[in-house]
T-cell receptor
Framework: EAQVTQNPRYLITVTGKKLTVTCSQN?????MSWYRQDPGLGLRQIYY???????DKGDVPEGYKVSRKEKRNFPLILESPSPNQTSLYFC?????????????????FGEGSRLTVL | AQSVTQLDSHVSVSEGTPVLLRCNYS??????LFWYVQHPNKGLQLLLK??????LVKGINGFEAEFKKSETSFHLTKPSAHMSDAAEYFC????????????FGAGTQVVVTP
């Protein structure tokens, strides 16, 4: 089954304790990205990756790191979490194509990871 | 840089009546535009997309949207609402100079009453 898998789905942690949210897709998609969703703000893009070893900042990258060493995995790292990073996080992947390598359409989303930082 | 504004945070409609969700965008380059739907406690699902082909785009579940460059709008419509349409809807834009960078609107919550 084609899917994007995030882990953990729920996590309560404390300020300053490093954590990693994993994201894996089995569709051989070039593009992967991370978002946070907060009430009234919609989804805001944290980082994205157009392909292996290529990552770029989205709108809210501060306090986050990513890496793309393999096509299927795109982990989100919070080196020193703070309470303002309490949020619902989504990972998504998509195929790219066309002459410009643009996104060809649908983003496939994971189920989300609800993170609480105390 | 691109941006997107959803003009209504909440829309309430009666079952069987038309639905209109409004989206305006700002883009310096040729945009691609999308509408996604999120049902409670779920991830997002693509409804439809505009990527510089036909300006009237048909999507799933009877939804359609029209790209109007002169008005910088991409409004989503459905002729007859169903109870299952109750959800949150997001308008999304990406630009040709940076396809991977996506901008989401703040969302429109749709309530459908019997």
């Amino acid at each position: 089954e084609a899917q994007v898998t995030q882990n953990p789905r729920y996590l309560i942690t404390v300020t300053g304790k490093k954590l990693t949210v994993t994201c894996s897709q089995n569709m051989n998609h070039e593009y992967m990205s991370w978002y946070r969703q907060d009430p009234g703000l919609g989804l805001r893009q944290i980082y994205y990756s157009m392909n292996v070893e290529v990552t770029d900042k989205g709108d809210v990258p501060e306090g986050y790191k990513v890496s793309r060493k393999e096509k299927r995995n795109f982990p989100l790292i919070l080196e020193s979490p703070s309470p303002n990073q309490t949020s619902l996080y989504f990972c998504a992947s998509s195929p790219t194509g066309g002459l410009a390598g643009q996104l060809t359409g649908e983003l496939f989303f994971g189920e989300g990871s609800r993170l609480t930082v105390l | 840089a691109q941006s997107v504004t959803q003009l209504d945070s909440h829309v309430s409609v009666s079952e069987g009546t038309p639905v209109l969700l409004r989206c305006n965008y700002s883009s310096s380059y040729s945009p691609s535009l999308f509408w996604y739907v999120q049902h409670p406690n779920k991830g997002l699902q693509l409804l439809l997309k505009y990527t510089s082909a036909a300006t009237l785009v048909k999507g799933i579940n009877g939804f359609e949207a029209e790209f109007k460059k002169s008005e910088t709008s991409f409004h989503l419509t459905k002729p007859s609402a169903h109870m299952s349409d109750a959800a949150e809807y997001f308008c999304v834009v990406s630009e040709s100079d940076s396809w991977g960078k996506l901008q989401f609107g703040a969302g429109t919550q749709v309530v459908v009453t019997p």
